[in-house]
């Protein structure tokens, strides 16, 4: 059974870090990109970050951009996400989400595995 398995999030206050991580088990993700979503409540669910496979291309939405920081290491099959200058906005649920494919952009529908999800709550 494939599983993707967030961990990090919490409370922070504005301007705080936060590092999330993402352990995917059951099956390797060495050829397979891997992204970073978020979802607020009331909100539909918004692309952050993507990563291909080698680690070797990303791309950043522009509302987290100089800010977020994704990486992974694929020999513990795990994809990180590390936060910085945390803002209010910020606030949201953290979906951690595996392609079929070895590049992977910014929509929903790009990606094939889920995580449950952690959350992240910004205090102002």
């Given at each position: 059974?494939?599983?993707?398995?967030?961990?990090?999030?919490?409370?922070?206050?504005?301007?705080g870090?936060?590092?999330?991580?993402?352990?995917?088990s059951?099956?390797?993700?060495r050829?397979?990109?891997?992204g970073?979503?978020?979802?607020?409540?009331?909100?539909?669910?918004?692309?952050i970050?993507?990563?291909?496979?080698?680690?070797g291309?990303?791309?950043?939405?522009?509302?987290?951009?100089?800010?977020?920081?994704?990486?992974?290491?694929?020999?513990?099959?795990?994809?990180?996400?590390?936060?910085?200058?945390?803002?209010?906005?910020?606030?949201?649920?953290?979906?951690?989400?595996?392609?079929?494919?070895?590049?992977?952009?910014?929509?929903?529908?790009?990606?094939?595995?889920?995580?449950?999800?952690?959350?992240?709550?910004?205090?102002?």
């Amino acid at each position: 059974q494939v599983q993707l398995v967030e961990s990090g999030g919490g409370l922070v206050q504005a301007g705080g870090s936060l590092r999330l991580s993402c352990a995917a088990s059951g099956r390797t993700f060495r050829r397979n990109a891997m992204g970073w979503f978020r979802q607020a409540p009331g909100k539909e669910r918004e692309f952050i970050t993507t990563v291909n496979w080698s680690g070797g291309s990303t791309r950043y939405a522009d509302s987290v951009k100089g800010r977020f920081t994704i990486s992974r290491d694929n020999s513990k099959n795990t994809v990180y996400l590390q936060m910085n200058s945390l803002k209010p906005e910020d606030t949201a649920v953290y979906y951690c989400a595996a392609s079929y494919s070895v590049v992977a952009g910014i929509r929903v529908d790009e990606y094939d595995y889920w995580g449950q999800g952690t959350q992240v709550t910004v205090s102002s």
